[in-house]
């Protein structure tokens, strides 16, 4: 693989994890203003073990060229 895909790969990987902490962070926000209350600090961090686990996963698809989810085009 050349080493623009990596590149490539690795924006893609920070791109899709700040979109999910950030969609993570508006929930928060959105369920704090509603209900005037925190949501407890050990679903925040299970939260962001699963956004890892996650990252873990596209860093090794990319590195070993394994397939990946294909969540706009269908598999050929």
Request: proline share 5%.
């Given at each position: 693989?050349?080493?623009?895909?990596?590149?490539?790969?690795?924006?893609?990987?920070?791109?899709?994890?700040?979109?999910?902490?950030?969609?993570?962070?508006?929930?928060?926000?959105?369920?704090?203003?509603l209900?005037?209350?925190?949501?407890?600090?050990?679903?925040?961090?299970?939260?962001?073990?699963?956004?890892?686990?996650?990252?873990?996963?596209?860093?090794?698809?990319?590195?070993?060229g394994?397939?990946?989810?294909?969540?706009?085009?269908?598999?050929?």
């Amino acid at each position: 693989m050349p080493l623009s895909g990596i590149v490539l790969g690795l924006i893609n990987i920070a791109i899709v994890i700040a979109i999910f902490l950030l969609v993570g962070a508006i929930i928060k926000w959105f369920c704090s203003w509603l209900f005037g209350t925190n949501i407890p600090t050990e679903v925040e961090k299970l939260y962001i073990a699963v956004v890892g686990l996650i990252a873990l996963y596209m860093l090794v698809a990319l590195v070993f060229g394994l397939p990946s989810w294909h969540v706009i085009t269908p598999h050929a």
